[in-house]
């Protein structure tokens, strides 16, 4: 593969994101198909800014 050229590295890119986006939405269905995501307090972002 000859990755010095910028409009392949764009492609692999755009086609990294695409995979990535169903992968992700490929989970939500498989492994939370019946409840919707909840904010938690315990969470690890919450308690950094509580703490900034």
Known sequence: MNL???ERIKKLLIIW???M???YI???IV???D???IY???NLIY???RHV
């Open 40 to 42: 938690s307090k315990n």
């Open 31 to 33: 492994y939370f198909p």
């Open 21 to 23: 986006i169903a992968y």
């Open 17 to 19: 994101a695409i995979f």
């Open 35 to 37: 409840s919707p995501m």
């Open 26 to 28: 490929y989970r939500m």
């Open 47 to 49: 308690f950094i800014f």
């Open 4 to 6: 010095n050229k910028p």
